[in-house]
């Protein structure tokens, strides 16, 4: 079935740092890898997704790349800011609506 | 435009007792999912769901769980009997027609005693 590792568990910064969180996954047939922020003790908000035709997609100091062919997907946040401090996870679907996350990266940016 | 929303907020049940979850989607959104989110884990997704329809409950337990999206009213994520290991946060998330987008709710944090 479906499986997404992601790394590392905790991620600690330096404000004004970038920040890298990546996901392997195993089903070739998985088509869409979406990205949410989960705050402490709210639910989690999608942030940014990517389909499978698409290989980079920014926004504003968010970025994410999928490689198919390796299959893993990675999540890029540029000039980090205290702000930005979540438990942070990726998630992939395959053909049909049901999602399955990693086990999240709890990322610290220390001002 | 009001988001996905969920009640309770939290939920205090004797071990035995049942629980009623509810999530009323976001505007225009008829699907539903629910999810588990144990304390420092990820979410583990449970049941899919359309109106009046069970799409995939793969990952919801055979026993004392049980979910419904009925064409009137919110979806209801019910679990009889509970026990300790029932204690976790639910979430729900909900999508338009077509698409895999999903939007999250607060979740219900269920705690037994």
């Known amino acids: 079935g479906e499986n997404v590792e992601q790394h590392p568990s905790t991620l600690s910064v330096q404000e004004g740092d970038s920040a890298v969180i990546k996901c392997t996954y195993s089903?070739?047939?998985?088509?869409?890898f979406p990205w949410y922020k989960q705050e402490l003790g709210k639910g989690p908000q999608l942030i940014i997704d990517i389909r499978s035709n698409v290989g980079e997609k920014k926004d504003q100091r968010i970025a994410v790349t999928l490689n198919k062919t390796a299959k893993h997907f990675s999540l890029h946040i540029t000039e980090t800011q205290p702000e930005d401090s979540a438990v942070y996870f990726c998630a992939l679907a395959t053909g049909g609506f049901k999602t399955i996350f990693g086990a999240g990266t709890r990322l610290f940016v220390k001002a | 435009n009001a988001g996905v929303m969920q009640n309770p907020r939290h939920l205090v049940r004797r071990r035995g007792q049942e629980a009623r979850l509810r999530c009323s989607p976001m505007k225009g959104h008829s699907h539903v999912y629910w999810y588990r989110q144990l304390p420092e884990e990820g979410l583990k997704f449970m049941v899919y769901?359309?109106?009046?329809?069970?799409?995939?409950e793969s990952g919801m337990p055979k026993e004392r769980f049980s979910a419904e999206f009925p064409k009137e009213g919110p979806s209801i994520l019910r679990i009889q009997q509970v026990v300790r290991g029932d204690s976790a946060a639910y979430f729900c998330?909900?999508?338009?027609?077509?698409?895999?987008?999903?939007?999250f709710g607060p979740g219900t944090r269920l705690t037994v005693l």
């Open positions: 998330a909900s999508s338009p027609q077509g698409l895999n987008e999903q939007f």
């Open positions: 769901l359309q109106k009046e329809n069970i799409i995939d």
């Open positions: 089903d070739s047939a998985s088509n869409y």
